[in-house]
């Protein structure tokens, strides 16, 4: 099972929006509703911000926003601030009843 | 709260292994699966596999299949990965992080450092 393919950085300027992509296959990003976005901040454990594509667990900002097209996911960041900073993941259920990561994205908010 | 406690760091020799624990607190432990995610040094996210403390199915990554064994103690409500013939690359932080209500892990461990050396 090969990762999902995220773009290694992006970057924005506080108050702007990002999107961050995460391409895979119809065995997993295409073939299921099971995409989630992980935040990841060194030294620290990832924190799940959007699950099942689109949805928020409690807690997270309406800032983030997920959504799928094909065997594309994407993660939205609106209103950026400078603690949105960090390593982002996606992730996906795949065909063979496990879990793939793709290979993060380093976030820069200049 | 809900919570999961890894043990602590560990340094070992290449060619022996390492057991790692996680403790879940704070929800009925049997109800979600149980992921292992590691994380080399410099490099993505990387998952290892699952358990459904339930019943002790398990799944690996196909990488992993053959050095990792992932278990669970029900009475103890904690699990555990065991991963054999450790070589240098393994050196890493590894999580356990618990399903919510779909397949995003919502709740993660603290990570433990393995440190694999000659």
């Known amino acids: 099972q090969s990762a999902l393919t995220q773009p290694a950085s992006v970057s924005g300027s506080p108050g702007q929006s990002i999107t961050i992509s995460c391409t895979g296959t119809?065995?997993?990003?295409?073939?299921?509703?099971?995409v989630s976005w992980y935040q990841h901040h060194p030294g620290k454990a990832p924190k799940l911000m959007i699950y099942d594509v689109s949805d928020r667990p409690s807690g997270v900002s309406n800032r983030f926003s997920g959504s799928k097209s094909g065997n594309t996911a994407s993660l939205s960041i609106s209103g950026l601030q400078a603690e949105d900073e960090a390593d982002y993941y996606c992730s996906s259920y795949t065909s063979s009843n496990k879990v793939v990561f793709g290979g993060g994205t380093k976030l820069t908010v200049l | 709260q809900m919570q999961l406690v890894q043990s602590g760091a560990e340094v070992k020799k290449t060619g022996s292994s390492v057991k790692v624990s996680c403790k879940a607190s704070?929800?009925?432990?049997?109800?979600?699966?149980l992921h292992w995610v590691r994380q080399a040094p410099g490099q993505a996210l990387e998952w290892m596999g699952w358990i459904t403390p339930f019943n002790g199915n398990t799944n690996y990554a196909q990488k992993f299949q053959d050095r990792v064994t992932i278990t669970r103690d029900r009475s103890m409500s904690t699990a555990y990965m065991e991963l054999s013939s450790l070589r240098s690359d393994d050196t890493g932080m590894y999580y356990c992080?618990?399903?919510?209500?779909?397949?995003?892990?919502?709740?993660w461990g603290q990570g433990t450092t393995v440190t694999v050396s000659s």
């Open positions: 992080a618990r399903s919510g209500s779909s397949y995003g892990m919502a709740v």
């Open positions: 704070g929800y009925t432990f049997t109800y979600r699966y």
């Open positions: 119809s065995s997993d990003v295409g073939g299921y509703t099971y």
